[in-house]
């Protein structure tokens, strides 16, 4: 059982150029997430989906674009790299939950280690 | 906006000392999570808190949540070189759908 696994682990880029993250799970959860991980500033939210076919916007959703076109798979697009961002992308995913207040725990992968120069 | 803010943002302790880090958020509660990142690694679930004033318990770890719900706490009781790590609290964000609010993190050194 992989769980969340995203690829690629690292990569560098230049400023420009674009690139797309994968993030792939078998748990059969309905929301799946992505966040960015910054030094001292924790994970913050980019984008999510709550289905197949659906999307919406984070926290800091500006400069990325995202699609789930299949409901195991949740991909991140930059379309023309920026220094700013710079940092450490995370995927997760979580059963979906009955209500506004209630909660799921998270499952997050590896991790993106992504270098824009 | 809603923010929850995790105190302290570093601790170096030695093994066998205690070790608390604190989360306080802007706005009431509905429940709080705790995850902990190993470094280099990701963040892993480790508790959710639900009710006022609960606490939890696995091993040498305690958990609290406050009265109020809008605050809550991690204590590890002496501390092992295992215990290194990243601790962040997250509350449910606005909106619903499982979002999350998380702390910046307390980064924690053990040595021994």
């Known amino acids: 059982n992989a769980g969340v696994t995203q690829t690629p682990k690292f990569r560098v880029l230049k400023t420009g150029q674009s690139m797309t993250l994968l993030c792939a799970q078998d748990?059969?959860?309905?929301?799946m997430y992505w966040y960015r991980q910054d030094p001292g500033m924790g994970l913050r939210l980019i984008h999510y989906?709550?289905?197949?076919?659906?999307?919406a916007k984070g926290e800091v959703p500006d400069g990325y674009n995202v699609s789930r076109l299949k409901k195991q798979n949740f991909l991140l697009g930059l379309e023309s790299a920026a220094p700013s961002q710079t940092s450490v992308y995370f995927c997760?995913?979580?059963?979906?939950?009955?209500?506004?207040?209630?909660?799921?725990?998270?499952?997050f992968g590896d991790g993106t280690r992504l270098s824009i120069l | 906006g809603q923010q929850v803010m995790q105190i302290p943002q570093y601790q170096h302790v030695q093994e066998g000392e205690d070790f608390t880090t604190y989360c306080n958020s802007s706005t009431t509660l509905s429940n709080i999570q705790w995850y902990k990142q190993r470094p280099g690694g990701h963040p892993v679930f480790l508790i959710q808190?639900?009710?006022?004033?609960e606490v939890k318990k696995q091993k040498r770890l305690t958990f609290q949540f406050g009265e109020a719900k809008k605050n809550s706490s991690l204590h590890i009781t002496a501390t092992q070189t295992t215990d290194v790590g990243t601790y962040f609290c997250a509350g449910l964000g606005t909106g619903g759908y499982n979002k999350l609010i998380f702390g910046a993190g307390t980064r924690l050194a053990v040595h021994p």
């Open positions: 748990m059969n959860h309905e929301y």
């Open positions: 808190l639900v009710k006022s004033g």
């Open positions: 997760a995913s979580s059963y979906s939950v009955r209500g506004a207040y209630s909660n799921q725990p998270q499952h």
């Open positions: 989906s709550v289905g197949e076919g659906t999307t």
